[in-house]
């Protein structure tokens, strides 16, 4: 996929301002939704 382009190996860390980045926001929920269904199928 690398020598396609369609993605490329990164050093895997995030940069340390990632924290200092606002929330995007997720007005339906959808987010939460995942979260709480994948925990769900945890159990």
Not at 7 to 15: E, M, Q
Not at 17 to 36: E, F, Q, T
Request: charged share 35%.
């Amino acid at each position: 996929m690398e020598t396609a382009a369609i993605s490329n190996i990164d050093s895997g860390k995030l940069p340390a301002a990632i924290w200092d980045l606002p929330r995007p926001k997720d007005n339906s929920g959808l987010a939460l939704d995942a979260l709480l269904k994948e925990r769900d199928e945890a159990r």
